[in-house]
């Protein structure tokens, strides 16, 4: 592992290349937030799948990708004179030492080694020291992206409404609101009414988001998982159509069927 030292000069060093390619490269000196907004969100789920592949080299990278896109924000910002990279940096420092009283004092120094509160109860009131913070967000929920994807957007305010106290009392509890919700959505169905079919859907998927939460699962990466068993099975079908010289609509949904169940007890 580097030393204090070495990681502040490896940090300097990829400030000097940033000044050097916005002052010299054009594609570099063109760009703004805006076009590589989309560039750092593809960063920002590289990263998520190196985690979830638990591939050490790769996160790595990814983290090296997405610090360099950072930086770049902010050497665009300090361009039009509104930050440096500095003041991120100091803010973030600012918001980690107010949100951690047990662990530093008001002026920034440490607090002396003690008891501490568990993790439970620092997260069960995270929510609500947020809200203290100067220049915080004025609603628990406001700081919720409206662009997040679906199912970490639900997640998230879920975990926000936890930190604030509202929640189920045991996870065993979600289960009736499941039951409860899927009544709805077949309802719904029933009616023919799409708005209604639209809406009690979302509502089950919250609500199953939310069970998978409850019981220390993560929803995002169990679809994930989910996804990839189905590309699985859905390839060995893939493949023996194709073995077979055949082509999909060769193939009855039995036919199909069996070739999945084969797919399954062959541990794909």
Request: hydrophobic residues 35%; charged residues 35%; contains cysteine.
């Amino acid at each position: 592992m580097h030393s204090r030292e070495e990681k502040k000069e490896a940090f300097g060093r990829l400030l000097d290349i940033m000044d050097a390619l916005r002052e010299r490269c054009p594609w570099n000196a063109e760009q703004t937030m805006e076009s590589i907004r989309p560039m750092t969100e593809e960063e920002v789920y590289e990263l998520s799948d190196a985690i979830i592949r638990a591939d050490s080299a790769d996160i790595c990278k990814e983290i090296g990708d997405l610090l360099y896109h950072l930086v770049f924000y902010a050497r665009i910002a300090q361009e039009k004179g509104q930050f440096d990279i500095a003041d991120s940096i100091m803010k973030v420092c600012g918001k980690m030492e107010f949100r951690h009283p047990h662990v530093f004092r008001p002026d920034g120094s440490l607090v002396p080694e003690g008891e501490a509160p568990s993790a439970k109860e620092i997260a069960d009131t995270w929510e609500l020291v947020k809200a203290k913070e100067k220049d915080g967000n004025r609603t628990v929920m406001g700081g919720i992206p409206e662009t997040m994807p679906a199912l970490l957007k639900a997640l998230s305010m879920q975990e926000k409404a936890r930190g604030c106290g509202f929640d189920w009392e045991q996870p065993s509890d979600v289960w009736a609101k499941v039951e409860e919700e899927l009544g709805e959505v077949r309802e719904a169905c029933g009616s023919g009414e799409q708005s209604a079919v639209e809406e009690e859907f979302g509502d089950l998927l919250f609500a199953v988001i939310n069970a998978a939460r409850l019981h220390g699962t993560d929803p995002e990466k169990a679809l994930n998982r989910s996804c990839s068993k189905f590309r699985r099975r859905f390839g060995y079908i893939e493949e023996n159509t194709i073995k077979k010289g055949m082509q999909f609509k060769d193939l009855s949904l039995e036919e199909m069927d069996s070739l999945w169940d084969k797919a399954k007890e062959l541990g794909l």
